[in-house]
């Protein structure tokens, strides 16, 4: 079974602080990766997309892959009050099929 | 200039019932999902369609069906509803559906009595 994890949280961490969200994956064969906002009680919202190993870099957010370790990460520089959301992790696992993780829940304080 | 668009956005109904949620999408894409997510937020993927066609079942009941009339469209209807089919269901589009960004509709909660 094809996998996604994240943890769930709630991760806090002060305003201007920079959060860290971190997500692993089990299909080595995997070529398409996610990063999507969910505020409460609306829809995901895409925040990144990245393909390829390395940093990409997006205003305050860079996302981070490594498919040697199976880990794709998402950094928020400067967070704010407003960042305040459920993080999803989404990989492309081929055959037009997408796996959600469970979700990490991001808490900043102001 | 709703991209991906659902109703309706709540539905309530008794066990035993029969319903059906609409989805249509203006973003000229060819591929088309329906997601269900329950109450830990977990987003799972139920059907995926492309160019009208079923591509995926990933072993939902056969309580559901989707149907897809034109690429633009893909609804969902539900016999026989239980009460663990509450839950968010979301539609969303690719423009091909292979490894591309998907946009995710408004989603439609549905409460089942």
């Known amino acids: 079974q094809k996998e996604v994890e994240q943890n769930s949280g709630p991760l806090s961490v002060p305003e201007g602080a920079i959060a860290s969200l971190n997500c692993t994956y089990s299909d080595r064969g995997s070529q398409s990766f996610f990063w999507y906002r969910q505020y409460s009680g609306k829809s995901p919202e895409l925040i990144m997309s990245?393909?390829?190993?390395g940093d990409k870099e997006d205003g305050r957010f860079t996302a981070q892959l490594n498919k040697a370790s199976q880990y794709v990460s998402l950094l928020i520089r400067d967070s704010q009050p407003s960042d305040s959301a459920t993080y999803l992790c989404a990989v492309y696992s081929g055959t037009y099929k997408y796996i959600f993780g469970t979700g990490t829940r991001l808490k900043v304080l102001a | 200039d709703t991209a991906v668009s659902q109703t309706p956005k709540y539905l309530v109904t008794q066990m035993g019932n029969d319903k059906s949620i609409k989805c249509e999408q203006n973003?000229?894409?060819?591929?088309m999902y329906w997601y269900k997510q329950d109450s830990k937020k977990f987003l799972k993927i139920m059907f995926s369609?492309?160019?009208?066609?079923?591509?995926i079942n990933e072993t939902v009941p056969n309580r559901f069906s989707p149907k897809s009339p034109d690429k633009a469209h893909l609804n969902l209807h539900i016999n026989s509803l239980e009460l663990g089919d509450s839950a968010v269901y979301f539609c969303?589009?690719?423009?091909?559906?292979?490894?591309?960004?998907?946009?995710f509709g408004p989603g439609t909660r549905l409460t089942v009595l």
């Open positions: 973003l000229g894409h060819d591929t």
């Open positions: 990245i393909y390829s190993n």
């Open positions: 969303a589009s690719s423009l091909r559906g292979v490894g591309d960004t998907q946009y």
């Open positions: 369609y492309n160019n009208k066609e079923l591509i």
